[in-house]
């Protein structure tokens, strides 16, 4: 149980000597510097920066981005394992920029498990134990409790090459929680195990953060698992904080367009609108509709003064509907059926609309056997969502526009 | 269905194993023919070995059982011998796995300029023959004394071979030990582990499989060493077994083959004992099941 507070948080990789020359030679080739787009300053490599962030007593704080977004440098300077270019972390209100892995009170775990190949599963998990010199009596109890709490007891006495990857996962965790740490730091903890067991200890990892009462930091690329797990989500992309929020939070009140796009499968569909003034009323122009925007969009928009402005419209799969509406808050298009995948209770089209793809969620219970008879391929259809369901986006900025 | 082209091959294959097989026969049993004949004609009497007959089994007339064995071991200090040559190599062997292990997790650890400046050194000094430095080095050990702390004597040449050891030991140590993962070096630190006890604890033990086939290599070379002893110690005082092996020509030329014989089957004995016991301690694999699945 711990605060962590990270503050102004920057990490810079200063250049290699080797890789420098590697970029000299390739900008004669012109060749594209980098394929992420970190920002790379004279010092190094920026991974990470300004970085704020108070993490709550007991609280599980999911990291979440695309591979290269800084989220498992983060993690790796909360562990001490990399230097902390600029800023202050602070565990417990202490400082602890320059303090040793072993003295900051936590544990990890690590998406290879990282298990200790020479010693059983046993002396794996008493590992941190023993370092501490705790009382032989006392490791065994504590080590039993843990394999029971992760139900590994029968496998103690074995060696981590004879276990399965599930298995050294649990073995993995155990050896963190049994020095019962101030914060239990997990780097993709599931990416190695196969679809079903990942649901499985996703299971497992909530009821353990329930169990012991630890500060929980978690990485991943899954967005998935970051819904599911976190009590707060921390979105990164390259190397910048995007969001900090619930899950509701993200999902339902995307900061920008990279949040609206990264949260939520399939992904949210956008589409390019304006935003025209007429007569002190707001106007949305869409494919050309004309439809009045509501009093709140109104309100803030009046404030920035703007007359017209290029928009982006997100709209989540599962709120567009098949056919037309008279309502007149709902915005129409039509679109070409190219794929259509039914899973069960609900069916999965990708449709093209002026040459974009989009997709569409449709729960089979929901529409009438005649309408489930159209979604078929090469199909034109009309579809239409509900303007209170969309997310309005500055174009140029990315930023959300709505409350 | 198998066309004949799809055979072809197959048997193709199967000639030229069967012609790797003679092949190798052949070499092997070119090795092994002076090891056989040494030990064939330490079981012989004198003259049997000095005349035609040395290519011969032993007949009831030219064995000697044992003699030469008695011989070998009672005459010129050979238990003195063996003392000195068993400390040399098990010293050095000791030094050569400890610091080169030691040395090369911590240049393939710290990347940089001195690290790969330091690799770069130890893979050239195995380039580098023996007979270059010896001269300059017999000297340097002559003269060289550093508080006291001479290196011309049984106790410290260890030091020497520490030095010429290092390169081979830290080429292979540092080539195994890119191969683990850092993970898990890691997690020994944030285990609680300081960098002592993450190599003593975490990679030293893992590396125990590369620890044999570097100690059996070194082992090998320093036990068998002739000419860094001979340009180093000094002669009358101490004689590692090469050494003592050519004491056996007595000074009018004059050789006594069978205890000669005899000696270097008992000095190559516990090198391939060594070997033997080494080798089934070389495991592979202890590393797979460490990291994923």
């Not at chain 1, 009046?302 to 098949?322: E, W």
Request: hydrophobic share 45%; proline share 4%.
């Amino acid at each position: 149980m711990a605060k962590v507070i990270l503050k102004d948080i920057k990490k810079i990789y200063p250049h290699s000597g080797s890789s420098r020359k590697r970029s000299l030679f390739k900008r004669k080739k012109n060749e594209p510097e980098k394929k992420s787009n970190l920002q790379i300053t004279d010092q190094g490599v920026v991974a990470v920066q300004s970085f704020n962030l108070a993490i709550e007593d007991n609280e599980f704080i999911v990291l979440v981005g695309p591979s290269g977004c800084g989220k498992s440098t983060t993690l790796r300077m909360i562990a001490g394992l990399e230097e902390i270019t600029e800023g202050e972390l602070y565990i417990d209100g202490e400082l602890m920029n320059k303090v040793e892995p072993k003295d900051r009170d936590i544990a990890m775990v690590f998406q290879s498990y990282a298990l200790y190949p020479h010693l059983t599963i046993r002396q794996n998990i008493a590992f941190p134990l023993t370092i501490e010199k705790v009382p032989k009596d006392e490791i065994n109890q504590r080590v039993e409790q843990a394999a029971e709490i992760l139900g590994i007891t029968d496998l103690l006495e074995r060696r981590p090459k004879a276990l399965s990857g599930g298995q050294r996962q649990r073995v993995a965790i155990g050896r963190a929680i049994v020095r019962e740490p101030k914060i239990l730091l997990m780097d993709e903890p599931l990416s190695n195990l196969d679809a079903k067991l990942r649901t499985q200890m996703r299971a497992e990892i909530i009821k353990l953060h329930r169990r012991i009462d630890t500060t929980f930091v978690y990485v991943t690329h899954d967005q998935v698992e970051a819904m599911t797990l976190g009590d707060r989500i921390v979105i990164m992309k390259d190397g910048f904080v995007q969001q900090v929020g619930t899950p509701q939070e993200v999902f339902n009140r995307p900061r920008n367009i990279f949040v609206a796009g990264f949260i939520g499968t399939p992904q949210m569909n956008f589409f390019d609108a304006k935003i025209i003034l007429e007569h002190k009323q707001y106007y949305l122009e869409f494919n050309k509709q004309k439809i009045a925007l509501t009093d709140e969009l109104n309100e803030k928009l009046a404030k920035t003064s703007v007359d017209t402005m290029d928009i982006i419209l997100g709209i989540r799969p599962n709120h567009i509907q098949i056919g037309a509406s008279d309502d007149d808050q709902v915005v129409e298009f039509e679109g070409k059926i190219e794929v259509a995948e039914m899973m069960g209770t609900e069916m999965h089209l990708h449709i093209l609309v002026e040459d974009e793809e989009k997709t569409v969620v449709v729960q089979i219970a929901d529409i009438s056997e005649e309408q489930l008879a159209q979604l078929k391929e090469d199909n034109i259809l009309k579809f239409g969502f509900d303007l209170s369901h969309s997310h309005f986006f500055d174009a140029e900025t990315e930023l959300r526009i709505q409350k | 269905m198998k066309t004949d082209k799809d055979k072809k091959p197959l048997q193709t294959k199967k000639i030229l194993g069967r012609i790797g097989t003679i092949v190798f026969a052949i070499i092997c049993a070119l090795y092994m023919y002076p090891v056989v004949m040494v030990i064939l004609n330490s079981l012989k009497v004198e003259s049997a070995i000095q005349t035609s007959r040395a290519f011969e089994f032993p007949t009831a007339e030219s064995f000697s059982g044992l003699e030469n064995y008695g011989k070998a071991i009672n005459s010129q200090g050979f238990l003195k011998s063996f003392g000195y040559s068993l400390f040399i190599t098990a010293s050095s062997v000791f030094l050569i796995l400890l610091c080169c292990s030691m040395f090369a997790w911590y240049i393939t650890r710290r990347k940089g300029i001195f690290s790969k400046i330091m690799y770069l050194l130890c893979a050239f000094s195995m380039v580098v023959p023996f007979q270059m430095v010896m001269f300059t080095l017999s000297q340097t050990a002559d003269r060289l004394n550093i508080f006291g702390l001479r290196f011309n004597t049984p106790w410290t040449i260890c030091f020497i071979y520490l030095g010429f050891g290092a390169g081979l030991a830290v080429f292979l140590f540092s080539g195994f030990i890119r191969s683990i993962p850092i993970e898990i070096e890691e997690a020994a630190l944030i285990d609680g582990c300081n960098p002592l006890q993450v190599f003593f604890k975490v990679v030293f033990p893992i590396l125990r499989p590369t620890m044999i086939s570097v100690g059996i290599l070194e082992t090998m070379w320093v036990w068998n060493d002739y000419l860094l002893p001979t340009l180093v110690l000094d002669i009358k005082k101490y004689r590692t077994i090469p050494m003592l092996i050519q004491y056996f020509r007595g000074s009018y030329g004059k050789v006594e083959m069978g205890p000669m014989m005899a000696s270097i089957v008992l000095t190559i004995l516990p090198v391939i004992l060594i070997y033997l016991l080494g080798q089934k301690h070389i495991i592979k694999g202890v590393m797979s099941g460490s990291v994923k699945g």
